[in-house]
């Protein structure tokens, strides 16, 4: 009998390292993993390495598409049946992804300085439908189930974006207000949520001061 494939909490994608001033900062991934204890325990590394791979691909995908660089036609087999998925969603939100200059904001790696971590948003958008026009950050899935860590990931992400455009773009007078989660499916159908709870954030400083604690007291 084949071994029961599940997947991993939080999916996984290929985030770089991050250092400000030359010393590391911890990913936002590697945060919540640690406060929510390890899940590679339950899966073995050939579906860890399916799942990573998935992801990967998927991610990459999307990016080029947002900056307009994508040919369709060159999409993989197994990324395919996903885009009509991802048609769907932006046609229903009418999303516009944020651009600012010649920056595209999908998959732009930034760091909070103040709280210390970095991270990867996969993109920032205008939701235009069903009313109004609103600046979200939203994340991907490529998985079968949303993750109990998504609501936290994209406050993180969120204040990642605050942070960044306040910095790095003062004139732009717009801030996220919105977080939601894609899961993107091949019946051409998403499955998408908007995390609204406001102790999000204060859930995910709590995992940050966790992991912080760990590393300096060497506990991990």
Known sequence: MDELRTEPDIEIDEEPPYALNG??????????????????????????????SRGTSGHATIELLLKGILDRRTISKEIKPYM??????????????LKI??????EVPM??????FGTRIDFLAWVTRPRGRRLSV???????????????????????????LKKF?????????DRYAARLTKTGKPDVRQHKSPSDEGTFLSYLNVFNDRQINKLN
């Open 23 to 52: 010393i590391a900062v911890p990913r936002c991934t590697d945060i919540i993993r640690l406060a929510r204890k390890p899940f590679e325990q339950f899966i073995s590394e050939e579906d860890m390495a399916f799942y990573c």
């Open 84 to 97: 009509a998925s991802w048609d769907y969603t932006v046609e229903t939100y009418g999303l516009e992804v």
């Open 101 to 106: 200059g010649d920056v595209v904001f999908a």
């Open 111 to 116: 760091i909070h300085e103040d709280y210390r």
């Open 138 to 164: 939203w994340e991907l899935k490529f998985t079968s189930t949303h993750s109990a860590a998504t609501p936290k990931q994209t406050a993180c992400h969120k204040l990642a974006a605050n942070y960044y």
């Open 169 to 177: 773009f003062p004139n732009f007078k717009y801030q996220v207000e």
